[in-house]
């Protein structure tokens, strides 16, 4: 006799595993913590195996459940889009995606171009700011999606991929050279500030902020002109410009780019569409 699995169950898991805990993954499936526990129960039982193991350190999977993990992953995957294939012309409406200034102008704008040729009926409205100002506008239900820059392991967000941080400056510029280093931000909340900070902290490198602003381009102005050095994400650092690898300044830390739907409601199925074209990147 067949045996199917649940998506639904198999989505737990593999949150509980991403977010490394059942509070984490509750959170994010909009589902009690009892509920999300007693899923992972039902799936251990339907296996006769224990998937994860729970202590002082968070959740992490067993032996058996890193077989099931990449599995699962494929079957989320397939089921998800076969919904969206299936359900495209009843998706319809507005929606409002908030990310961060690099992204919008990195790599999201294919992402964006190919659903805009998939859901036609589909209004995409964009909010540019800082990952921070980002993530209020999704508790306050001002967007519908958001896509945020996250130092580590995201949040309470779905993680998508990390990216290398790296230096960037003038092609054949010197301001990599300069004491103090003069470092040009796009945000006086930058979310790349503290490891920028840490990182300079280690050889006590001297550094000062040449610009802190609230968009891209004056910082991108900055540096084009070999007044600073910035940090990006390296699959996007703009034209003109170049990373920068002498061994005088410090490695740093990945990038996490975390994918976030509304808390405080059901996502349209609009939103779930986009979410679903954004995991593909």
């Given at each position: ?42 799936l251990?039982?339907?296996?006769q ?70 859901y ?17 506008a ?24 990390s990216?290398?941080?790296v ?26 500030r ?88």
């Amino acid at each position: 006799m067949a045996k199917n699995f649940d998506i639904g169950l198999l989505r737990t898991f593999v949150a509980i595993v991403d977010l490394g805990s059942v509070t984490a993954a509750a959170a994010r499936l909009h589902l009690s913590q009892s509920a999300v526990s007693q899923q992972l129960r039902r799936l251990e039982i339907l296996l006769q195996a224990q998937l994860l193991i729970r202590d002082h350190l968070g959740a992490r999977p067993t032996a058996a459940g890193d077989r099931l993990l990449g599995r699962a992953r494929e079957m989320i995957a397939l089921n998800d889009q076969l919904w969206t294939e299936m359900t495209a012309g009843a998706v319809a409406g507005r929606i409002r995606l908030g990310a961060p200034e690099d992204l919008v102008s990195g790599t999201l704008h294919s992402v964006l171009r190919r659903f805009s040729s998939a859901y036609p009926t589909v209004e995409i409205s964009l909010f540019a700011a800082p990952s921070t100002e980002v993530a209020k506008a999704l508790e306050r239900g001002l967007i519908d999606i958001a896509l945020v820059e996250e130092l580590g392991e995201t949040s309470r967000f779905e993680h998508l991929r990390s990216e290398p941080l790296v230096w960037i400056g003038a092609a054949g510029g010197v301001a990599h050279e300069r004491h103090p280093l003069p470092v040009s931000f796009a945000a006086a909340d930058c979310v790349f500030r503290p490891a920028v900070e840490s990182a300079l902290a280690s050889p006590n490198r001297a550094w000062k902020s040449v610009v802190d602003s609230e968009g891209t381009e004056s910082t991108l102005a900055a540096i084009r002109a070999d007044l600073a050095v910035g940090v990006w994400l390296q699959s996007m650092i703009p034209d003109g410009l170049q990373m920068i690898t002498e061994a005088a300044l410090p490695s740093l830390p990945p990038v996490a780019i975390g994918l976030g739907l509304p808390v405080r409601h059901p996502p349209s199925p609009a939103a779930l569409a986009l979410a679903q074209e954004l995991r593909g990147g």
